[in-house]
């Protein structure tokens, strides 16, 4: 059983930065493929980015593309999010998630962090 911890999330201004940690324990984590996903209020939980197990691969959905990067230190059983140039869309509940199989669908992650809020204030 893999427990994820994110933090990091807080109020910034519209073209600031934040970065959002994911702490995980009870597991392998370079086994784990991991993802950022966010849901915004009334709003269905999307894709942000993944990583795979190596850090080697990455991707990003056409919405922060340019802007966010998603990061890993298998050292440290942590994968980060830097997000730049912030739009107040970018407001959202933001969840880390581990999995084995590569792909963007929620479903394919087995295990989510509680969730870090970042508001983007316009």
């Known amino acids: 059983q893999v427990q994820l911890v994110e933090s990091g999330g807080g109020l910034v201004q519209t073209g600031g930065s934040v970065r959002l940690s994911c702490a995980a324990s009870?597991?392998?984590?370079?086994?784990?493929?991991m993802g950022w996903f966010r849901q915004a209020p009334g709003k269905e939980r999307e894709f942000v980015a993944a990583i795979n197990q190596s850090g080697g691969g990455t991707d990003y959905a056409d919405a922060v593309k340019g802007r966010f990067t998603i990061s890993r230190d298998n050292a440290k059983n942590t994968v980060y999010l830097q997000m730049n140039s912030l739009k107040p869309e970018d407001t959202a509940v933001y969840y880390c998630a581990a999995g084995s199989i590569s792909g963007r669908a929620s479903h394919l992650y087995d295990y989510w962090g509680q969730g870090t809020q970042v508001t983007v204030s316009s």
């Open positions: 009870g597991g392998i984590f370079r086994r784990y493929r």
